[in-house]
């Protein structure tokens, strides 16, 4: 294991020691067939350097939070991801708040918070978004929230 990658896993235990339990696990997320009838991830944007939730965002937010319950949906998952400003372990941290986040705005939407895992990731291996480099850093702010089980 990397330096680096060692210093974000740590930034990441770190950051869960002292926040509340808002989902059941950390980790990466496994997927079934239920991942194949939602094949597309809602997407979360968020401003640099910030864990806000926009009110168009918090609107997606609910509407997925009413389907899981609709569906029964077993394993809500979250993929938090920061664009490359700055360094890794504090963008791994802050993928991490991006992701509890989330995950707080959909239980307060009522998914049981047992059903979310939250899959930190730092910064993308490649940008998410093409063109400029603002526009690429842009979409690297995000978070994907997909049915898995």
Known sequence: MSRITLAAAVAVVLALAGSPALAQSVGKCSYNSIAQQWPNPTIVHFDTGKTAIH?????????????????YIQQ?????????????????????????????????????PKTIMINPNGEPGGSFGGGSASLANQADRRVEIRFTK
């Open 76 to 112: 809500v998952c979250i993929s938090g991801f920061a664009d490359k400003e700055g360094n890794a372990p504090a963008n791994m941290k802050l993928s991490l708040a991006r992701g509890q986040a989330v995950a707080k705005q959909l239980a307060q939407n009522g998914v049981d």
């Open 55 to 71: 009110a168009d965002d918090a609107k997606k937010i609910a509407d997925m939070a009413k389907l899981a319950k609709d569906h």
